[in-house]
């Protein structure tokens, strides 16, 4: 299947440990293709305080997600339900070891677009960061390439 344009609406909602609770909303373009059997959607992010922006690829296969991120951030996250995984959050401000722990994961597809949502927690050595939600919508696409 070749590279496809595709608008996408990326939800966040963040609740940190002392129950103050963020929600971003980011309205985009980026690319969409499928490769052996994955699904792959990529989109720049602007960071607003910095005025630079962070590559974000997903790969979504089966029952697992990995969110890959490239610039002012940088990352690599693995999302399958009931699995915690580890990673480095490096930031311009150094890099963070976090535990990922995904409560759940959800894609639907269709003719013209998808739909992919995570319920996932953050820790920091065994200590709650955050509850986090994301959801990502994908519209302009034909499965049928």
């Known amino acids: 299947m070749p590279t496809q344009e595709v608008?996408?609406?990326?939800?966040?909602?963040?609740?940190?440990?002392?129950?103050?609770?963020?929600?971003?909303?980011?309205?985009?373009?980026?690319?969409?293709?499928?490769?052996?059997?994955?699904r792959y959607l990529l989109y720049e992010e602007p960071d607003p305080e910095t005025g630079g922006s962070t590559r974000t690829t997903l790969k979504i296969k089966d029952h697992v997600?990995?969110?890959?991120?490239?610039?002012?951030?940088?990352?690599?996250?693995?999302?399958?339900?009931?699995?915690?995984?580890?990673t480095d959050y490096v930031t311009p401000y150094g890099s963070f070891p976090l535990e990922v722990c995904t409560e759940d994961m959800r894609s639907l597809w269709s003719d013209d677009g998808g739909t992919l949502q995570l319920t996932y927690r953050l820790l920091a050595e065994n200590r709650?960061?955050?509850?986090?939600r994301l959801s990502v919508k994908i519209r302009n696409f034909s499965e049928k390439g």
């Open 128 to 132: 709650l960061l955050s509850r986090n």
């Open 65 to 86: 997600t990995e969110l890959t991120r490239r610039g002012t951030v940088c990352s690599r996250m693995l999302f399958e339900a009931g699995k915690t995984c580890r």
């Open 7 to 38: 608008s996408i609406i990326v939800k966040g909602s963040q609740l940190d440990e002392e129950g103050l609770e963020t929600i971003t909303e980011l309205n985009i373009q980026g690319q969409y293709f499928v490769q052996n059997g994955s």
